[in-house]
């Protein structure tokens, strides 16, 4: 934004069309990569039950900044002099909270609840500068100003509280603020400031922030791998232990980027029944996804740290690996309750079963490891091949799913194949719009199949979608024939007659 140019905070919705994430935002995302990278060197320093437990807490801080100035940015678009100057502030703060993570408990006393405060201040100013100008909104943002306000008057009471204490403080304050979100959705507001516009996340803006997050965190693996091999030294073991912890990455990626980050949030759920409840199920998910993924790179750093094919994995290391896997196994299966695969056809029991189950057949295989019944290689081996293993099962019933329908659809064309005067009378159109079911898109669901119809040009989507929007076309509008605007298709339908002409689309091209 030239300096010329003023955004005042607005409704994201009606000023952004798009929900893109800003250069600003990618900005803020950085402090966090530092972030990071310091709480896994301590966590590599110290795999104890006492240093997990400070890592676990660091990162809970750490991701919860995050997690508020995104909400935020979500809902209101602004960006101007005095949003940058904020911004910059927390991240200042937010680098302050990094730079604690790597030091001694006693500093954290101190300069903790400084830090963080330096992050939370900024955002109640963007709050209040969002309810002068965005009155409709004002009864959302009072509430969560009451209770981060609250909150923060903790933190700042905790400087003063002595020892141990001063933890409890600060769980306090935490869980304040991770309940506004709750209570906010549940609680009954002015029906004036209860729009959709008002009280929804900005769904697409909001899947890209948490899925650029968890790059950076995937990130930090591959960082810490390729850091712990510069180290030790370049040899066949190396590498081959190296290329076991890459392949593990991989498959998380795999699992991640290729069925959540894109899958549209459910409406109702085996969760909930309410939209708002299964967006906060699927935005809180990610703090376990996030962490264990995080504790993972540490895991990762130490399977290349092992010297000899024959040797023992450490039993620290062993919990840290499997515990982290299983995680973020059961994460993934929580966020595949909440939301539609973009694999069409695909339910949820096809994409959560394989996440359990190899989350419960890595347990006895960190066992194995943990008594000394089987070797580092072995065992690693066999947890990557789990992993591994999930997706390709995942993968095989996409396949089958899609041949299904697709069987099916050939057959209804060849039992309905036919002709009438519609069909006949149909004229091919000029232009094809965009391949995208708008309903689908308004609902948050994915279609299976498009159809077009041939009089106006709407896109529905078929009967086995969710919405069977194609039909519901022409049960409205009386509209008779669609087409098939799937790649290769050449079919067209009449519905008042029920036939189906396979070749229309070459005979009226």
Known sequence: MPLTKWQPPG????????GRVTWLELFFDLVYVAALIQLGDRLSSDISWAGTAAFVGAFVVLWWTWTGATAFINRYAVDDVVHRLLTFVQMFAVGNIAVLAATTPENWQ??????????RIPLLIMYLRARSRVPQARDQIDHFLRFFGAATVLWAASVVVPGRAAIVVWAVA???EFIAPVLGVRRPSDPRNNTPEIRAAYAEHFQERYALFTIIVLGETFVKT???????GLSPTTHLFAGLGFLILFALWWTYFDDVADAHIRSTSV??????????????????LAL???AFGVAAKKIVGVEAVADDFKDNYTLLLAGALIVILLSVAVLDLVTVSTHFAIEAPERVGPRVVAAVLIAPVAALLITGTITALVGIGLIAAIVVGQIGVEVVAAQKSEYRLTREVESQISDLAGTCEHLEAAKARDEIPPAICPHCVEHGVDPVQLRMCLTCGHVGCCDDSVGAHATEHFQ????????????GATWAYCYEHEVTDPDWSMTHS
């Open 292 to 294: 264990s993924i995080t």
């Open 271 to 288: 969760l909930s029944s309410r939209p708002p409840t299964n967006n906060l199920i699927w935005v809180y998910t990610h703090l376990p």
């Open 174 to 176: 935490l869980g304040i």
């Open 476 to 487: 409205e509008t009386g509209h008779p024939v669609m087409i098939s605007i799937e790649a």
């Open 11 to 18: 409704l994201r919705h009606e000023v952004a069309e798009d």
């Open 110 to 119: 101190r300069w903790l609840p400084v830090a963080y405060l330096g992050s």
């Open 226 to 232: 390729l850091t712990e091999v510069s180290v030790i």
